[in-house]
């Protein structure tokens, strides 16, 4: 049996789901990418690696063409979503649409920066 938080009214909350991760049992074919200022989808045949922080808040998803890097909060689940291929789309969500000490699940994407590379695996300037 496990302890579930009461509200000041004595409720149980319900967590919000943040909307920051898409994913599926089946792995998907592309990984589909929303910044506020780039959409991209990438083959995972080109995934080279996923790596996370120790304190969860910076993702970096190698790819051979793309490197992405996603900040935010519990990013975990993005990892574990795109290292097993069942991610089909990470995007930002505007975190001021939630309350504050309000519960949520999963990750909370603030930012993501996708850079090209060319064909030597540099950052594109």
Known sequence: MSLKPKLPGGETPNPVDTGCLDSREVPSVCLRIESARQRIAVPYALLLRVEISEDE????IAFATHTVTVHG???RGVYV???QGHAMQIRV????KFLDGELYFGPMITGIQIESLDE???ARR
């Open 57 to 60: 808040t910076r993702c970096e």
């Open 93 to 96: 969500e505007d975190s001021a």
């Open 73 to 75: 909060r519990h990013l």
């Open 81 to 83: 979503a795109v290292s």
């Open 120 to 122: 030597s695996g540099r």
